[in-house]
């Protein structure tokens, strides 16, 4: 158990639709960092928060946003989903924002019909 | 930019065989590097890390070298176990700034009895 939580494990939604994922880092870990993946595109680098503030943007559509709330828990908000945004999504969570050693959650397996 | 290139996979070894998996990275400044492994239906647990050039990373048996020269972090084991079945990913941070890790596209292993 890596200490980094995310729910929902899966979730089965439509096209046209809007869904929320939630992270719940490791106690003491400040920043959290969001991962889409996908079989064709591997993992990608979504988007990191550090204590708050988006530190860091990787490949995220405009229609999708985060957030880091003061509780250090984070929320992934994906909408107008299409097919495509069909994939596994981890949460992971660092001490600090250098990455040196992050910890990943088990996903939340997202279907979009 | 950035990029991890790990051999391609599947990978089928018999227990007791020696398993090599190739890793190579491009990133500006100075990484650190990763193995990460994803059990069938888990996330992603870290294997084993080096910080800084000539820097050995070990784990369960596992271990990777930092090779700035080559730019490579290959990942051995002298001995595989049907347990080690899983997907191995290669990874760095990027060390220039902001510390999202960018992945290889993964190593299938399969290890049979």
């Known amino acids: 158990d890596s200490g980094v939580t995310q729910t929902p494990k899966h979730l089965i939604t439509a096209t046209g639709q809007r869904v929320t994922l939630r992270c719940s880092p490791r106690s003491g870990d400040l920043s959290v960092y969001w991962y889409q993946q996908s079989l064709d595109q591997g993992l990608q680098f979504l988007i990191q928060y550090y204590n708050g503030e988006e530190r860091a943007k990787g490949n995220i559509l405009e229609r999708f946003s985060a957030q880091q709330f003061p509780d250090l828990h984070s929320e992934l908000n994906l909408s107008s989903l299409e097919l495509g945004d069909s994939a596994l999504y981890f949460c992971?969570?660092?001490?600090?924002?250098?990455?040196?050693?992050?910890?990943f959650g088990q996903g939340t397996r997202l279907t979009v019909v | 930019g950035d990029s991890v290139t790990q051999m391609e996979g599947p990978v089928t070894l018999s227990e007791e065989a020696f398993l090599t998996i190739n890793c190579t990275y491009t990133?500006?400044?100075?990484?650190?590097l990763f193995w990460y492994v994803q059990y069938p239906g888990e996330g992603l647990q870290l294997l084993l890390k080096a910080t800084k050039a000539d820097d050995k990373g070990s784990n369960k048996g596992f271990e990777a070298t930092y090779r700035k020269e080559t730019t490579s972090f290959h990942l051995e084991k002298g001995s595989v176990q049907v347990s080690d079945s899983a997907v191995y990913f290669c990874?760095?941070?990027?060390?220039?700034?902001?510390?999202?890790?960018?992945f290889g596209k993964g190593t299938k292993l399969s290890v049979i009895p």
């Open positions: 990874a760095h941070n990027s060390g220039a700034g902001s510390y999202q890790l960018t």
């Open positions: 992971a969570s660092s001490v600090d924002g250098t990455g040196t050693e992050a910890f």
């Open positions: 990133a500006t400044g100075y990484p650190s």
